[in-house]
Structures are given as C-alpha cells and as structure tokens.
C-alpha cells in the first residue's frame, strides 16, 4: 500500500500468529514403526563401522522388538483413572518403578528369545537365552523389577539385555496407549513424562513445525519430550554447557557437556543427517563416549541395551 | 560389580569387559572402536542466548561460537540461527536477523567512537573520554541555552524541548528504567524508545 492510501476495509484473512506456533510438547511413540526404524538404522551405519559385528546384531534385536510389536496381541490398557490420578500429582503414569505389569509382557520375551537366528550370535547370547527360558515366572519378575527399580549384577548382564528389550517394547506399546492432551511435562524436566526414566539421547529436529526444537527420547518407553536447548537436561544449569564433537566428523552426534554436574548427554543433529535415530545413533557413536570419558566427564545414564558400570 | 539403568556412568574402552557389551561377547568389538577412535580429538563448541540487536519485537537468537569459554580460548562466532525455544519468535527470524552473523563480521563494523569536527570532511577515531566530554558539553550548552522553567501562566514546567533522544531496542527492563531516569531527570521531552523499525 502506497502511503496516503485509504487501507482496505475488507476482512483480514491472515494467520495472526504467522504460523509461528509453541512446538508439541510430548510426541507418543509409534511402536509400529520404532522398532523398524531404529533396525534399519542400525543396519546402516552398521556397514564399514569398527563395532559392525555388534550393530549387526544389535539390528536384529530391534527387528525382534519390531516383531514382537507386530504380532503380539495389546496388553491391557492401564485404569484411565490411575491415569489420571498420576498426571495431577505431576507423577509419570506408567511409573518405572510403581507399575504393576500385567503377566503377558513375558509373552514379548519369548517371542524376541525365539526369533530365528537372533541368540546363537555367540556363545555369551546363547548361554543367556537357555538361562531366561529355564527361569520360571518368579525368576523373570524378580530379574526384570532388579533391572527397573535397582542394580543387577554383571554375571546377568547378557540376560538382562533381553529383559530390557522385552520391556522397551511393552512400555512403547503401553506409552502409545496413552492420549498425548492428557500428559503434562514433569517438574523434572530431564525425566520422561510418561515412565519417568532417563532418556537415551536428544534430538535436534530439522523439520516439521518447529525446526531446530530439541526432544529427548526416552530410554523405556520411547516417549519424545520438549526440552528447552542449551541447558543441562541433569541439572537444568545453563551458564557452562558447551557441545564436544569429533574433530572432522559430520557433527550429526554431539555430547552436550555441563560443568555445574560434570555430566554429558549426546544430543543428534537432525539438520546433519535427516535419517538419524536416537536410539541407533547413540549406540554406534560410543566413540564418541570413550573420548568424552577420557577427559573427565559422565554421562547422564546409560543406555538400557549398554549397561555398564556407574562411575562411582 | 553392579549395573544400573539409572545414574552416571564413564564409557571407557577399559571398562567394556563389565558392560553389556563384554557380557555379551562383544568386547573386540568395543576394543577396535576404542583404537579407531585414539588418534581423534575434540572440538568444543558453545550455543548462547541473546536477544537480536535489531528491534523492540526482541526475537530470541542462538549463537554458536567454536572453543568452550574457558579463559585462555579465544572464541569465534561462526553461526547464528533463531531460538527455537523462545516464545516470541519461536526460530523464525526476518532477513535481518537471519543476516545477523554478517553484523558481527563486517569490516564497516563501529567499534569505537568517531568524530567529524565542524568542517571537517572525514571521521577520525577518537577516546571514550574525548566523545562523552564533547556529548556532555554540547548538551549542558544547549540545555542552559533552551531550558524552559516557568511557562506563560508562571506554573513551573523544567521542559528541555530542543534536545531528544531515541533508546534501544533490546534493551532490559532495567536499562529503560534507568534511560528513563536519566532522560526525564535532564527535563527531556523529546524522548521515544527505538520500537519500530
């Protein structure tokens, strides 16, 4: 409009907020498709990789994950009201540590456990498979509430990588249940909002509306969650955050270091490479872990299907 | 040895044979990442908030900056990109925000004060202390020139009407407080804040 022009008097039809809009808070998993994802991802950059043998195998174990999401009928969804009653306490619904599962999670167990090909990988796998399968319901319950709510032992750490891949599926399955409006991002902002545990790794979205938004996708439950950039998602401190990388690498995977906690969460780069998977990126990027380590610094959690040792 | 899903744990090559990884035969695995990974070395980098220098909308901005603030670093900005997370612009910038990184490194860039004496044809680079002295006393001479303390009724008004002054944009709340202040105290009238642009 030339100035002195009379305005028009016709209606405005504009976006009023220019499509410029508050990103999704919560993203519930997509258990048809997380499994297979994370698989073909694994496959991947499993080529050429130092650690290709255990990507390799590691791919297998998410198409059994994949599988057993597939084929398995639906557990039982938890009392809407038990839900309900957890959101307004600020309390994560299918709680870790508090939720009482139904028996038929360990009919997902038996079905990664009889995948074809999937435990005679090594001897260690193969040893650890009879082991699950010789154990009696007790016994699985016991292992799986150790692994969830305290320390298991290293002499059952090849069966618990089992465990903890039966589980994944069933909370992803559990978590996909629930209706996104309901939930509401905990106090504790690094946690997951559905399970309450750690998660496994950030992204940096690249797409979408909201490009540049960083998630965090939980270790369980495979819940994504908004978590505001450039602060420490263990501590919530922002003033000593900086991001390490490999020198010379893409940078599609970056450990986000904190000097108030002295701990360290790897953050992926969606803009770097659109095919990134939290879940994949984080175990085949360990390298970048070993150099973090070396310099001093912790990181948040572990990876369910990498447990090691705490650092003390 | 325990292993928990929870709390802080070091990733080191050394430390795999207690992992899931060592459990599950994979240790040589874990040792050829652990030597592809050796003659590497890391790259610090820092993302910084700030608001935009350009107008009153304020848009948040995200700076990256290689090197990790520590003291002996020098750090160099080497992208610049809309805060996501920031509830006015939520990412976006205008052309001149997304321009910003060019702002920082331009070579036309002002960074100390300059001066063109009367007459004079070109700027030359003068001190703080010369430009505040010079601003401050053409500005008491103007004032004790123009100052109006009593209007045509006799009411007392203390208006300083022929000197004005426009503030920033990105500025805080305390630094208006203070222009204010500042601005009103001298009787100033001719007063805006930068809100448009």
């Known amino acids: ?312 | 040895m325990q292993l928990s899903r929870r709390g802080f744990i070091k990733l080191t090559g050394a430390g795999l044979a207690a992992s899931s990884l060592g459990a599950l035969g994979f240790g040589p695995a874990g040792e050829a990442m652990a030597a592809a990974v050796r003659p590497f070395k890391l790259v610090a980098a820092t993302e910084t908030r700030n608001t935009c220098t350009y107008c009153s909308v304020a848009c948040g901005i995200l700076i990256y900056s290689m090197g990790d603030r520590a003291k002996n670093a020098r750090s160099n900005i080497i992208h610049i990109e809309g805060d996501p997370d920031h509830p006015v612009n939520r990412g976006t910038l205008c052309p001149k925000g997304a321009g910003l990184l060019d702002v920082v490194h331009a070579p036309t860039r002002l960074k100390t004060p300059r001066y063109r004496a009367p007459g004079a044809s070109e700027f030359k680079e003068v001190s703080w202390e010369f430009a505040l002295g010079r601003i401050a006393r053409l500005m008491k001479d103007d004032r004790d020139k123009n100052f109006i303390d009593k209007n045509k009724a006799g009411t007392t008004v203390n208006r300083w009407t022929t000197t004005g002054m426009l503030a920033a944009s990105a500025s805080s709340s305390e630094t208006a407080y203070l222009t204010w202040k500042v601005a009103r105290s001298l009787g100033m009238v001719v007063f805006d804040n930068q809100a448009r642009v």
Not at chain 1, 127 to 144: F, I, Y
Not at chain 1, 245 to 269: F, H
Request: charged share 20%; glycine share 8%.
């Open chain 1, 1 to 312: 409009m030339r100035q002195g022009e009379i305005a028009s008097k016709g209606k405005w039809t504009g976006n009023p907020t220019g499509g410029v809009k508050a990103p999704e808070p919560i993203l519930l998993p997509d258990p048809s498709r997380r499994f297979a994802d994370t698989a073909a991802r694994l496959e991947t950059l499993a080529s050429g990789h130092p650690m290709e043998e255990w990507l390799r195998f590691m791919s297998r174990l998410s198409e059994a994950q994949h599988a057993a999401a597939r084929d398995l009928p639906l557990p039982p969804a938890t009392d809407p009201i038990d839900v309900k009653l957890a959101i307004d306490a600020r309390m994560p619904p299918l709680a870790a540590d508090g939720h009482r599962r139904p028996p038929e999670w360990r009919d997902i167990l038996v079905h990664i456990l009889d995948e074809d090909g999937l435990t005679g990988a090594t001897a260690a796998l193969s040893d650890a498979a009879a082991r699950l399968k010789s154990l009696d319901a007790d016994g699985v319950e016991l292992l799986a509430n150790r692994f969830l709510h305290g320390e298991v032992a290293s002499e059952d750490a090849a069966a618990v990588l089992f465990l903890a891949a039966a589980l994944q599926v069933y909370f992803t399955r559990m978590a996909a249940n629930l209706k996104s409006p309901d939930l509401r991002l905990l106090t504790q902002r690094g946690l997951c909002p559905c399970c309450g545990s750690t998660p496994v790794a950030g992204t940096i979205t690249a797409s979408g509306d909201n490009p540049g938004t960083r998630y965090l996708h939980c270790s369980l439950c495979s819940t994504a969650w908004n978590h505001v950039r450039t602060v420490c998602i263990t501590c919530g401190e922002s003033r000593s955050v900086s991001l390490e990388g490999i020198e010379g690498d893409a940078g599609v995977v970056r450990a986000e270091t904190c000097k108030d906690c002295s701990t360290y969460a790897k953050m992926i780069y969606l803009a770097k490479d659109t095919k990134a998977d939290p879940f994949a990126d984080d175990l085949a990027s360990l390298g970048l872990d070993f150099l973090v380590a070396e310099v001093g610094w912790s990181r948040h959690a572990p990876n369910p299907l990498l447990l090691s040792a705490s650092a003390g």
